[in-house]
Nanobody, 119 residues
Framework: QVQLVESGGGLAQPGGSLRLSCAAS????????MSWARQAPGKGLEWVSG????????YYADSVKGRFTISRDNAKNTLYLQMNSLKPEDTALYYC????????????WGQGTQVTVSS
């Protein structure tokens, strides 16, 4: 069965960095676009970033453009999100999802990893 397991969340100071990982299993990872999305307390789900199946193209929400970088290692079945210059408003539960989030096309989700940005 499809499994997506996120890791790497935690507490960071404003201006700091974190790197999220998503380990995928149960499907041919290299055949699917992948995305990151987040949900802040009391707010709706926000798509953050996406990447083509072969990594040839990437997409970002305006709120994270220039600060976050999505990447993937198809040999390791792993998706990454490098988050730099973190802001308190980046505090959220971050989810890995299978699909092209920039087209609002998702079909499987992980359980999420918490990111808290605070001094």
């Amino acid at each position: 069965q499809v499994q997506l397991v996120e890791s790497g969340g935690g507490l960071a100071q404003p201006g700091g960095s974190l790197r999220l990982s998503c380990a995928a299993s149960g499907f041919t990872f290299s055949s699917y676009a992948m995305s990151w999305a987040r949900q802040a307390p009391g707010k709706g789900l926000e798509w953050v970033s996406g990447i083509y199946s072969d990594g040839s193209d990437t997409y970002y929400a305006d709120s994270v453009k220039g600060r976050f970088t999505i990447s993937r290692d198809n040999a390791k079945n792993t998706l990454y999100l490098q988050m730099n210059s973190l802001k308190p408003e980046d505090t959220a539960l971050y989810y890995c999802a299978r699909g092209a989030g920039w087209r609002e096309e998702y079909d499987y989700w992980g359980q999420g990893t918490q990111v808290t940005v605070s001094s």
